[in-house]
């Protein structure tokens, strides 16, 4: 099995597959330092808790996670909290992807499969036969060639793997980019909240979340085309305090130690397969974070392609690797949807008839236990398969 990209989706699913016999190379352009270091998810859904425990990772995440009971919503005069115990049963976790993708490196360096970092060159090829390979130059620089039984896609937005699939008669794309973008803060600065806080305000939508009871991450509505330069960290947390004031409450300000721009867009690229070449994760769909999705759903692809290729590779039996993409893209879509729905409703377009839609739904989810529950459902995550 060779295995494209060491981020969630290819370290897991090597890690998967190892258990249950079947052994693969991951192959990775980056450096390790440079992997585990890129700041992203945040919120783990409790089927991706349950499936890293089940693969012999949830001590630490245990340890140090931090399990939430629910979100508050927040617009001008109101702080909500969606229960989501007493909405549908579940919880999530705070536990920063870094964290994930740390222990995923540990573990697998630990005895498992072979990862090799700073490759390049990375080409899948014969993909539509049952002996693909993939050609690469390790990171002496020297030629390699991967004889597979089967290639996973899970190098991200940015990989080749999607390419090839696209090239292929029946593929197609979806994409919408949205006029906003998020500017986001590390900061040692213990939360001043117990879970997050997604707020809507006229000025622009702002998220209060965490990596620990010392770190708080934050994000900030802004127009796609602002420069980090241009925001102080005064400037962020007098934005901040605005967006989430509430009497006798304040945002806790403290170091920041990291600031960057993420800009937001919607994309799926179907099908999921071509031949032996299998995608999961960011090299198949992008969500906007809002719904706090993109993780969690790398983790949905990779459970679904494990369980399927364990079939096919030990009983030859194709039944659920041909169904692999149509089933994993019901759940892309519905994920898709809620992204785009949790963004759609906080996020101002400066379009006033916007503004009365989005304050009308807000005060409808915090007012009907039907809408929340819904709410709830998508975002500690619905049943796989
Ligand atoms: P990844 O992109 O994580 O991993 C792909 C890997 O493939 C990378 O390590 C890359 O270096 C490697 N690769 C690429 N091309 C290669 C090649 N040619 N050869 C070898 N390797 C190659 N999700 C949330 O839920 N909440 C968030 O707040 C959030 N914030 C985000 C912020 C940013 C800046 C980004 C980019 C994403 C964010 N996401 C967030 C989404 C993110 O968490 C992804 O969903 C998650 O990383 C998906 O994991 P993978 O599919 O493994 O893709
Ligand atoms: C994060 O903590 O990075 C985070 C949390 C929830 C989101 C997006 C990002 O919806």
């Given amino acids: 099995m060779g295995i494209i990209g060491a981020g969630p989706a290819g370290l897991l699913l090597s890690r998967l597959l190892a258990l249950q016999g079947i052994d693969s190379v991951v192959l990775e352009n980056r450096s390790r330092d440079y992997v585990e270091a890129r700041i992203r998810a945040g919120i783990l859904e409790q089927h991706t808790v349950d499936t890293l425990s089940a693969v012999g990772l949830g001590d630490r995440l245990h340890r140090e996670g931090l399990e939430h009971s629910g979100i508050y919503l927040q617009y001008p005069g109101t702080r909500h909290k969606l229960d989501f115990p007493e909405l549908c049963g579940r919880t999530v976790w705070v536990y920063g992807q870094t964290e994930v993708v740390k222990d995923l490196i540990a573990a697998q360096l630990d005895g498992g499969p072979p990862l090799l970092f700073e490759v390049s060159d990375v080409q899948p090829e014969d993909v539509d036969t049952d002996s693909p390979r993939i050609r690469f130059t390790d990171a002496d620089g020297n030629p390699q060639l991967l004889e597979c039984d089967v290639i996973a896609g899970t190098d991200g937005f940015h ?225 796989i398969g």
């Fill in 159 to 383: 990989g080749p793997s999607r390419t090839l699939v696209q090239e292929s008669s029946r593929g197609r794309t979806w994409e919408r980019t949205y006029p906003y973008a998020w500017l986001g803060i590390l900061a040692d600065a213990a939360p001043a909240t117990d879970e997050l806080i997604y707020a809507w305000h006229p000025e622009g939508f702002a998220l209060y979340s965490m990596r620990s009871p010392k770190v708080s991450r934050l994000y900030l509505q802004v127009d796609p085309s602002e420069k980090i330069e241009d925001w102080s960290d005064e400037r962020i947390w007098d934005a901040l305090d605005t967006r989430f004031a509430l009497d006798g409450w304040s945002v806790n300000r403290g170091p920041v130690t990291d600031k960057s721009i993420l800009p937001m867009r919607s994309f799926v690229s179907a099908p999921m397969r071509r031949g032996r070449l299998f995608l999961a994760g960011d090299a198949a769909h992008i969500v906007p974070p809002t719904g706090a999705k993109g993780l969690n759903l790398a983790v949905a692809d990779v459970t679904l392609l494990a369980t399927a290729l364990v079939r096919l590779l030990q009983e030859g039996r194709s039944d659920l690797v041909d169904a692999y993409s149509d089933t994993a893209l019901r759940r892309v879509w519905r994920c898709t949807h809620f992204s785009w729905f949790m963004t759609s409703m906080l996020h101002r377009s400066g379009d006033d008839f916007d503004a009365q839609l989005q304050l009308s739904q807000l005060e409808r989810v915090c007012s009907s236990e039907a809408a929340a529950r819904e709410l709830a459902e998508n975002y500690t995550g619905l049943p």
